[in-house]
């Protein structure tokens, strides 16, 4: 019996040895970050992907801005040669006569009162109008119709500010019809004035509203 409780004592001694021991503290574990070099390294390398971004941005801009300025140029370029033709055209318009007759048509007055803006603001362009007639009557008779035809239309112009210098005038008769032909389709079309600019088309600009 005396042996089991100094048995027993001993026991709960080491126990209370056990206990009564401190605990041995744990180390935190660190993790190793990155190095002042590495971070340096990785911002430059940043910076140098930026710069690149940036430049790349750049000539993209650059390209596009180039491109938006061939386009405005071919516009505009396309637009005055479009205003160029009309110009043209208007100054070009063939007047048309009645039969043995030298004087204006309401359809004629109207062609030459759109030529007289465009002449006025180019002082520079010359034209020539050609008279023509119809193959009926003798030579000499159409050649005189087609010059009495020639000069009313110039009158008309210089009557309205166009300088009498820039016009010249010169009468073709029969000789050179626009129609072939031996009927009133194309003899209504052969009885005319046209008009050929002969100076001053390289500078051809439209008047202002």
Not at 151 to 177: D, H, W
């Amino acid at each position: 019996m005396i042996r089991f409780i100094r048995v027993a004592a001993a026991l709960s001694f080491g126990f209370v040895a056990l206990t009564a021991c401190p605990k041995k503290p744990v180390r935190p574990v660190t993790l190793a970050g990155p190095t002042q070099a590495q971070l340096d390294s990785a911002n430059a390398e940043r910076l140098r992907l930026d710069s690149i971004a940036r430049a790349e941005q750049a000539r993209r801009d650059s390209m596009a801005r180039a491109d938006a300025a061939r386009a405005d140029s071919a516009r505009m370029q396309q637009a005055e040669v479009t205003r160029t033709e009309t110009v043209v055209r208007t100054v070009t318009a063939v007047v048309y006569f009645d039969y043995n007759s030298s004087e204006l048509s309401p359809d004629g007055r109207a062609t030459l009162d759109s030529k007289i803006p465009l002449l006025n603001a180019n002082p520079e362009l010359q034209i020539r109008i050609a008279g023509h007639s119809d193959e009926r009557g003798s030579d000499e008779f159409n050649l005189a119709l087609g010059q009495r035809r020639a000069a009313m239309a110039k009158r008309y112009l210089t009557q309205r500010g166009v300088g009498a210098s820039r016009i010249e005038t010169v009468s073709y008769g029969e000789e050179r019809p626009a129609a072939e032909g031996h009927d009133e389709a194309a003899w209504s079309q052969n009885r005319r004035d046209e008009f050929e600019i002969t100076g001053g088309r390289e500078t051809i600009r439209t008047p202002r509203p």
